[in-house]
């Protein structure tokens, strides 16, 4: 079965530079990488660029935009969003990642940080739509609902993506592992998802307690990506770790052992 896989830059810690990245990338026969805004300002997007044309790399993602509630994390890496959908154009992403911004005040009403966020997606989605860039919105996990982000299910996101024919939801399988939509969409809607970022879920003391291999995980993954291919969908599987993931393991492995879990579970 035919299936295309990514692996995401935030696996990398900051001693490893774009370049190694996507040189390991390339050689474990992975065809696309997601790009982060470390790796922007890392290397300026004509570097960039060109480094992925010599590694024969596409650009499955780029994160990040959106925070519509002004919940934005503050980083060295700043570009504007309009910035961001002018570099997703030119490297040709499949997906922007739109992250909606948490509610901050739990004393103040979520439905006011909804409005925020319609409002902020319906100014945004036109200019991407004029750059041929499509928006991925990714539902976040309630533990995230203050910071990062209160949209958490897939239902509310499909809501708000539906106005916008170039808003599509990204999912996370870490972040909506539970949510009871997540094979349904799949299997209903494959058309508005644009990517599922992949990795299993460790469970210790009955809690999700991080991101894992597919194959070291608790998560029935081979159930999981059948339920996604058998569903329609036919985007991009993009592998998402984070350093603290890595707990001293090869980075080369994993990305290397990405390739072979993935076709382990759908050959199971």
């Known amino acids: 079965m035919d299936y295309t896989l990514s692996v995401n830059h935030y696996i990398c810690g900051d001693d490893v530079a774009f370049p190694q990245f996507a040189e390991m990338v390339s050689a474990a026969g992975i065809e696309q990488v997601g790009v982060?805004?470390?790796a922007l300002f890392e290397m300026g997007v004509p570097a960039l660029a060109q480094c992925l044309r010599d590694n024969g790399l596409g650009v499955s993602s780029i994160s990040s935009v959106g925070y519509f509630t002004g919940?934005?994390?503050e980083t060295k890496d700043n570009f504007t969003d309009d910035e961001m959908i002018d570099i997703?154009?030119?490297l040709g992403a499949e997906a922007l990642t739109v992250i909606t911004g948490g509610v901050s005040d739990p004393s103040q009403p979520a439905a006011e940080a909804y409005e925020r966020i319609k409002s902020g997606l319906a100014e945004m989605a036109p200019l991407a739509e004029a750059k041929g860039v499509v928006l991925g919105l990714?539902?976040?996990h309630p533990n995230y609902f203050l910071t990062l982000g209160c949209i958490n299910t897939i239902a509310h996101g499909l809501e708000l993506i539906k106005p916008h024919a170039n808003a599509k939801l990204l999912l996370d399988v870490d972040l909506s592992w539970w949510d009871p939509d997540l094979a349904?969409?799949?299997r209903e809607e494959p058309e508005e998802v644009v990517l599922i970022q992949m990795c299993n879920v460790k469970v210790e003391n009955n809690r999700a307690a991080g991101r894992e291999t597919l194959a070291a995980g608790d998560l029935d993954m081979s159930r999981l990506i059948g339920d996604f291919l058998a569903?329609?969908?036919r985007?991009?599987?993009e592998f998402e770790l984070f350093p603290g993931d890595l707990r001293g393991r090869d980075l080369r492995s994993l990305i290397d052992g990405y390739?072979?879990?993935f076709a382990d579970c759908v050959a199971a």
Do not use: D, K, M, S
């Open 36 to 38: 982060t805004r470390a």
């Open 71 to 73: 919940t934005r994390p």
């Open 88 to 90: 997703a154009a030119e």
């Open 138 to 140: 990714e539902p976040l």
């Open 184 to 186: 349904g969409v799949l």
């Open 231 to 233: 569903g329609g969908f």
């Open 235 to 237: 985007g991009t599987f």
């Open 259 to 261: 390739a072979q879990e």
